[in-house]
C-alpha cells in the first residue's frame, strides 16, 4: 500500500469514529435510591417509598413514529434492598379494552399489551436480561445476546426466578416486579446498569421506549440503552444453587414391530452460581423427551434445515457457544447436534446423554468464558459410538463495543468401534472470529477463519467470511463473502454447502410518509452468487430479488416481490422426494422466475391471518405455493388456529409433478397462569405422517412443572398407527 493509500485510509478511519462521535446523544439517566423497609408485592403503588423514587418516564414513540413523545404516559420507577430490585410502572391508557394473547407465560410482545424492562448489567453493551409483564400480570423473560441487533440475539426459552403483580382499570394498568439480584449476573460494587423499557399500547396502535430509538431498529438494541446509577454500590449476593430433578413415567407403542415399552426414568440438572458472573451447569441422565415437539417443515431445497434450541441446559449464555460462524453459512457448533445420531441405515434417531457439565459467563466487563463436555451414550444395535462432545470458547470486548473471540470444539469416541472408520475417530474445529460494532448498531460486520481437524486430514479445511452492514432509518447496505473449502467439517456444527464461495449483497431504500394511511414503505434488492470448488468454481447458483414492503398505520404489512433464479445442478436431485421418482439429472442447469405476495394483519388483532402466494418457474417446470395462517383468538383464554403450506409442483415427464400439502392445526387453551392445555396436529403428505401432540402443564410453584403428554403418529398413504406414546413429567426447582 503506498503512502497515498495508508493516509486515505487513516483518514476514513478517523472520519468514522468522529461521526460515530458525533451521531451519539447523551445517555438518559435514572437513580435507584436504596430502600430497608420492605414492600408487599400486591400491583399498588402505595408504600411511601414509591413517592421518593426517580423514575423513567417520557417515553419517545417507536411507532408510529420515532420523533415524537407517546401520547399514553408510561412511568417507570425503580428502587433496591441489598438483595432485590424493585420495579413500579405505571401505564396510562385511553380505557381498559387491553389486547392479552393469552395468559401462557413467555408471551410475545407483539400481541400484547405490556412493558418490557432490559438490564445490561455489565454495562458493556454486549448481553442484556429482559423481563417484561402484561397488563393481565403475566410474565415473560428473555436473554438478550449480540447487542441486541435482531432476533437471533432474542431468547425467550431461558428462565429464572422472579414475582409480579398487577392491578389495571380503564384508566391505566400497574405492574409491581421484585426480581431478586441472585437472578442476574452483574459485577460486583457495579453501580451503573445498562437500561431501556418499551410498551406496546394497542388501543393507541402505538410502540413507545423510553430513551429514543430508531423505527428500523429493534427495541433490544443495547447501543440505543441509557443508564441505571445505584445509589450505592451491589453488594456480592448470597451464591444461588438451584437443584432440578424430574420423574418421567413413559408407556408406548410402536405399532412397525407390534413392541410395547414402559419405562420410568430420573435426572436433573444442577445450576450453581460462581461468583457474580459465572454459571456450572451439570447435567445428569438429561430427558430431552417430547414434551414439546419440532414444528414439520415442507422442505424444497436441496439443504439441511435447522430448528431451534429448546432444552434449558444449552440456553443460559447459549450465545458464547453458538454465535461463531455464520448462521446461514457454515456454524462450528450447533447444540441440537448432541442428543441426534444416525443409525447404520442413515436415519435420524435419539440417542441419549449420560450426562454433561458447562460452565459459562463473564469473567468482567471484557471478557466471557464457556466450557462444554457432554457424553452420549454407546448404541451398538443402531451402531452409534458414545462420543465426548466438548467445546471451549473464550471472548474479548475490544475497540468500544467490537468483540473479538476464539473457539475450540471437539468430538472423539472414547474407545473403538469396530463399526466406526478411521476417519470419524474425532473431528475438530478451531476458529478466531471477530464483530464489529459502532456504539449504536449502525455499523455492524464480522470477520472469521475456522480450520477443521480429522485424522490424517489437516491441510486445507478452512472455512473464511467477511461481512459489513450500514443500517439507518433511511438506508441500509449490506455485503459478505464466505468460502467454505469442500473438506471443511464440523460433526458438531450446521453447515449448509461446502466446497463454495458466495458472495451477497443487499440496498435497501426506506420511506415514511407524513400523511395518509401508510405508516412505511421500502425497496430492496438482493443478489446472492454461488460458485463451487471442485468445479473451478464454476457459477451454480445466481438469485436476485427485487422486493417491496408496505406497513400501514394499523400494523398491517403487504409485501411484493419477484426473484429470477440460476441453477446448476452438479447432483442429481428431485425437489418433491417422491418414492420412485426421477431425480433432475446432474450437470443440468436452470434459470426461471417467481413472483410472491404475502399480507399479514397486525398480531394485536383477534382474527389471525397471514398469508403468502407465489407462482412461477421451478427448475425445468412450474411451481404455485399457498402458505399462511389463519385463526382466532378468544382472548385471553383460548386460541384455534390453523397453519397451512401447500405446494404444486410440475415437471415435464418423466420428472415428477406433486401436490405436497402440510396442514398444522392448533388449539391452545390457558386456563389460569398456572394451567394450561394445548393440541397440535400436524399432516404432511411429504412425509406420509399424520402426527398428535396433546399436552396438560400444571405449573405448580414458579419454574416447576407437571406435564401430561400424549403423542399419536399416524402413516397417511396406507393409513395406520406407526407409534403411540403417553408420558408423565414432574419437574422442580429446588433452591439451595
Given at each position: 500500500?503506498?503512502?497515498?493509500?495508508?493516509?486515505?485510509?487513516?483518514?476514513?478511519?478517523?472520519?468514522?469514529?468522529?461521526?460515530?462521535?458525533?451521531?451519539?446523544?447523551?445517555?438518559?439517566?435514572?437513580?435507584?435510591?436504596?430502600?430497608?423497609?420492605?414492600?408487599?408485592?400486591?400491583?399498588v403503588?402505595?408504600?411511601?417509598?414509591w413517592?421518593?423514587?426517580?423514575?423513567?418516564?417520557d417515553?419517545?414513540?417507536?411507532?408510529?413514529?420515532?420523533?415524537?413523545?407517546?401520547?399514553?404516559?408510561?412511568?417507570?420507577?425503580?428502587?433496591?434492598?441489598?438483595?432485590?430490585?424493585?420495579?413500579g410502572?405505571?401505564?396510562?391508557?385511553?380505557?381498559?379494552?387491553?389486547?392479552?394473547?393469552?395468559?401462557?407465560?413467555?408471551?410475545?410482545?407483539?400481541?400484547?399489551?405490556?412493558?418490557?424492562?432490559?438490564?445490561?448489567?455489565?454495562?458493556?453493551?454486549?448481553?442484556?436480561?429482559?423481563?417484561?409483564?402484561?397488563?393481565?400480570?403475566?410474565?415473560?423473560?428473555?436473554?438478550?445476546?449480540?447487542?441486541?441487533?435482531?432476533?437471533?440475539?432474542?431468547?425467550?426459552?431461558?428462565?429464572?426466578?422472579?414475582?409480579?403483580?398487577?392491578?389495571?382499570?380503564?384508566?391505566?394498568?400497574?405492574?409491581?416486579?421484585?426480581?431478586?439480584?441472585?437472578?442476574?449476573?452483574?459485577p460486583?460494587?457495579?453501580?451503573?446498569?445498562g437500561?431501556?423499557?418499551?410498551?406496546?399500547?394497542?388501543?393507541?396502535?402505538?410502540?413507545?421506549?423510553?430513551?429514543?430509538?430508531?423505527?428500523?431498529?429493534?427495541?433490544?438494541?443495547?447501543?440505543?440503552?441509557?443508564?441505571?446509577?445505584?445509589?450505592?454500590?451491589?453488594?456480592?449476593?448470597?451464591?444461588?444453587?438451584?437443584?432440578?430433578?424430574?420423574?418421567?413415567?413413559?408407556?408406548?407403542?410402536?405399532?412397525?414391530?407390534?413392541?410395547?415399552?414402559?419405562?420410568?426414568?430420573?435426572?436433573?440438572?444442577?445450576?450453581?452460581a460462581?461468583?457474580?458472573?459465572?454459571?456450572?451447569?451439570?447435567?445428569?441422565?438429561?430427558?430431552?423427551?417430547?414434551?414439546?415437539?419440532?414444528?414439520?417443515?415442507?422442505?424444497?431445497?436441496?439443504?439441511?434445515?435447522?430448528?431451534p434450541?429448546?432444552?434449558?441446559?444449552f440456553?443460559?449464555?447459549?450465545?458464547?457457544?453458538?454465535?461463531?460462524g455464520?448462521?446461514?453459512?457454515?456454524?462450528?457448533?450447533?447444540?441440537?447436534?448432541?442428543?441426534?445420531?444416525?443409525?447404520?441405515?442413515?436415519?435420524?434417531?435419539?440417542?441419549?446423554?449420560?450426562?454433561?457439565?458447562?460452565?459459562?459467563?463473564?469473567?468482567?466487563?471484557?471478557?466471557?468464558?464457556?466450557?462444554?463436555?457432554?457424553?452420549?451414550?454407546?448404541?451398538?444395535?443402531?451402531?452409534?459410538?458414545?462420543?465426548?462432545?466438548?467445546?471451549?470458547?473464550?471472548?474479548?470486548?475490544?475497540?468500544?463495543?467490537?468483540?473479538?473471540?476464539?473457539?475450540?470444539?471437539?468430538?472423539?469416541?472414547?474407545?473403538?468401534?469396530?463399526?466406526?472408520?478411521?476417519?470419524?475417530?474425532?473431528?475438530?474445529?478451531?476458529?478466531?472470529?471477530?464483530?464489529?460494532?459502532?456504539?449504536?448498531?449502525?455499523?455492524?460486520?464480522?470477520?472469521y477463519?475456522?480450520?477443521?481437524?480429522?485424522p490424517?486430514?489437516?491441510?486445507?479445511?478452512?472455512?473464511?467470511?467477511?461481512s459489513?452492514?450500514?443500517?439507518?432509518?433511511?438506508?441500509?447496505?449490506?455485503?459478505?463473502?464466505?468460502?467454505?473449502?469442500?473438506?471443511?467439517?464440523?460433526?458438531?456444527?450446521?453447515i449448509?454447502?461446502?466446497?463454495?464461495?458466495?458472495?451477497?449483497?443487499?440496498?435497501?431504500?426506506?420511506?415514511?410518509?407524513?400523511?395518509?394511511?401508510?405508516?412505511?414503505?421500502?425497496?430492496q434488492?438482493?443478489?446472492?452468487?454461488?460458485?463451487?470448488?471442485?468445479?473451478?468454481?464454476?457459477?451454480?447458483?445466481?438469485?436476485?430479488?427485487?422486493?417491496?414492503?408496505?406497513?400501514?398505520?394499523?400494523?398491517?404489512?403487504?409485501?411484493?416481490?419477484?426473484?429470477?433464479?440460476?441453477?446448476?445442478?452438479?447432483d442429481?436431485?428431485?425437489?418433491?422426494?417422491?418414492?420412485?421418482?426421477?431425480?433432475?439429472?446432474?450437470?443440468?442447469?436452470?434459470?426461471?422466475?417467481?413472483?410472491?405476495?404475502?399480507?399479514?394483519?397486525?398480531?394485536?388483532?383477534?382474527?389471525?391471518?397471514?398469508?403468502?402466494?407465489?407462482?412461477?418457474g421451478?427448475?425445468?417446470?412450474?411451481?404455485?405455493?399457498?402458505?399462511?395462517?389463519?385463526?382466532?383468538?378468544?382472548?385471553?383464554?383460548?386460541?384455534?388456529?390453523?397453519?397451512?403450506?401447500?405446494?404444486?409442483i410440475?415437471?415435464?415427464?418423466?420428472?415428477?409433478?406433486?401436490?405436497?400439502?402440510?396442514?398444522?392445526?392448533?388449539?391452545?387453551?390457558?386456563?389460569?397462569?398456572?394451567?394450561?392445555?394445548?393440541?397440535?396436529?400436524?399432516?404432511?403428505?411429504?412425509?406420509?405422517?399424520?402426527?398428535?401432540?396433546?399436552?396438560?402443564?400444571w405449573?405448580?410453584?414458579?419454574?416447576?412443572?407437571?406435564?401430561?403428554?400424549?403423542?399419536?403418529?399416524?402413516?397417511?398413504?396406507?393409513?395406520?398407527?406407526?407409534?403411540?406414546?403417553i408420558?408423565?413429567?414432574?419437574?422442580?426447582?429446588?433452591?439451595?
Open positions: 500500500m503506498n503512502s497515498f493509500n495508508k493516509k486515505t485510509a487513516l483518514v476514513l478511519v478517523l472520519l468514522f469514529f468522529v461521526f460515530e462521535a458525533l451521531a451519539q446523544e447523551e445517555k438518559r439517566t435514572v437513580t435507584v435510591k436504596k430502600i430497608s423497609q420492605p414492600i408487599v408485592l400486591d400491583g403503588l402505595d408504600e411511601e417509598v413517592s421518593k423514587a426517580d423514575r423513567a418516564n417515553f419517545w414513540q417507536q411507532f408510529p413514529t420515532d420523533s415524537l413523545k407517546a401520547q399514553d404516559k408510561t412511568e417507570v420507577k425503580l428502587l433496591y434492598t441489598d438483595t432485590h430490585l424493585y420495579v410502572i405505571t401505564a396510562h391508557s385511553i380505557g381498559d379494552n387491553y389486547t392479552i394473547n393469552s395468559l401462557r407465560r413467555d408471551y410475545s410482545s407483539r400481541n400484547n399489551d405490556n412493558v418490557t424492562l432490559i438490564f445490561d448489567t455489565f454495562n458493556d453493551g454486549q448481553n442484556a436480561f429482559l423481563f417484561g409483564v402484561n397488563a393481565y400480570g403475566v410474565q415473560r423473560e428473555a436473554l438478550v445476546s449480540e447487542r441486541g441487533v435482531d432476533t437471533r440475539g432474542f431468547n425467550l426459552t431461558w428462565d429464572t426466578k422472579w414475582k409480579s403483580e398487577s392491578t389495571y382499570t380503564d384508566e391505566n394498568y400497574v405492574l409491581e416486579l421484585e426480581i431478586p439480584f441472585s437472578s442476574l449476573k452483574y460486583e460494587n457495579s453501580k451503573v446498569w437500561f431501556q423499557s418499551y410498551r406496546y399500547d394497542f388501543q393507541r396502535n402505538e410502540r413507545s421506549i423510553w430513551t429514543n430509538v430508531d423505527q428500523t431498529q429493534f427495541p433490544i438494541n443495547i447501543g440505543y440503552f441509557g443508564e441505571l446509577i445505584f445509589e450505592e454500590p451491589l453488594k456480592k449476593n448470597k451464591t444461588p444453587l438451584y437443584l432440578i430433578p424430574y420423574v418421567n413415567g413413559l408407556t408406548s407403542k410402536d405399532f412397525t414391530n407390534s413392541s410395547t415399552n414402559s419405562s420410568f426414568s430420573t435426572g436433573g440438572d444442577l445450576k450453581i460462581i461468583g457474580t458472573g459465572l454459571n456450572l451447569d451439570v447435567t445428569l441422565n438429561p430427558d430431552f423427551s417430547n414434551v414439546e415437539v419440532d414444528d414439520v417443515i415442507t422442505n424444497l431445497t436441496r439443504f439441511e434445515i435447522t430448528l434450541e429448546k432444552r434449558q441446559f440456553i443460559d449464555n447459549g450465545d458464547l457457544f453458538g454465535s461463531y455464520s448462521f446461514r453459512d457454515a456454524i462450528p457448533f450447533f447444540s441440537r447436534r448432541i442428543g441426534i445420531q444416525r443409525d447404520a441405515e442413515g436415519r435420524t434417531i435419539q440417542n441419549d446423554i449420560i450426562g454433561g457439565v458447562r460452565l459459562s459467563g463473564k469473567l468482567d466487563e471484557n471478557w466471557r468464558l464457556g466450557v462444554l463436555s457432554i457424553q452420549n451414550k454407546e448404541d451398538l444395535n443402531n451402531e452409534i459410538a458414545s462420543n465426548n462432545n466438548a467445546m471451549f470458547a473464550l471472548q474479548r470486548k475490544v475497540f468500544g463495543e467490537s468483540q473479538v473471540g476464539v473457539f475450540m470444539v471437539n468430538r472423539q469416541s472414547l474407545k473403538d468401534y469396530d463399526f466406526v472408520a478411521e476417519k470419524d475417530t474425532y473431528n475438530r474445529v478451531i476458529g478466531l472470529d471477530y464483530n464489529l460494532a459502532s456504539a449504536n448498531n449502525r455499523w455492524i460486520g464480522k470477520f477463519t475456522h480450520k477443521s481437524f480429522q490424517d486430514d489437516n491441510k486445507g479445511n478452512l472455512s473464511s467470511f467477511a459489513i452492514l450500514y443500517n439507518t432509518r433511511i438506508w441500509q447496505f449490506y455485503s459478505n463473502t464466505v468460502y467454505v473449502d469442500e473438506d471443511f467439517r464440523s460433526d458438531l456444527g450446521f449448509r454447502r461446502t466446497g463454495i464461495v458466495k458472495s451477497g449483497n443487499r440496498v435497501r431504500r426506506s420511506f415514511y410518509p407524513k400523511t395518509g394511511k401508510i405508516n412505511s414503505h421500502s425497496f434488492l438482493l443478489n446472492l452468487m454461488w460458485f463451487q470448488q471442485n468445479l473451478d468454481y464454476l457459477k451454480t447458483d445466481h438469485s436476485l430479488s427485487a422486493n417491496y414492503t408496505l406497513q400501514t398505520n394499523a400494523q398491517n404489512q403487504l409485501e411484493f416481490e419477484f426473484s429470477r433464479d440460476y441453477i446448476y445442478l452438479f442429481s436431485f428431485d425437489p418433491t422426494r417422491s418414492e420412485e421418482a426421477v431425480p433432475l439429472p446432474s450437470n443440468s442447469e436452470y434459470t426461471y422466475n417467481d413472483w410472491s405476495l404475502e399480507y399479514r394483519l397486525n398480531f394485536a388483532n383477534p382474527f389471525i391471518f397471514n398469508s403468502q402466494i407465489s407462482y412461477g421451478f427448475f425445468n417446470g412450474e411451481k404455485f405455493s399457498l402458505t399462511g395462517t389463519t385463526g382466532y383468538r378468544f382472548q385471553p383464554n383460548f386460541i384455534l388456529s390453523v397453519q397451512w403450506d401447500y405446494n404444486r410440475e415437471l415435464p415427464k418423466p420428472y415428477a409433478t406433486a401436490d405436497l400439502v402440510l396442514i398444522r392445526p392448533k388449539f391452545d387453551v390457558t386456563f389460569s397462569k398456572k394451567l394450561f392445555w394445548s393440541t397440535l396436529i400436524q399432516y404432511s403428505n411429504q412425509t406420509d405422517n399424520l402426527g398428535i401432540n396433546s399436552r396438560l402443564q405449573r405448580f410453584a414458579p419454574l416447576s412443572d407437571l406435564y401430561l403428554v400424549y403423542n399419536d403418529n399416524y402413516y397417511t398413504q396406507q393409513f395406520g398407527p406407526t407409534f403411540r406414546s408420558n408423565l413429567k414432574l419437574t422442580y426447582w429446588i433452591s439451595m
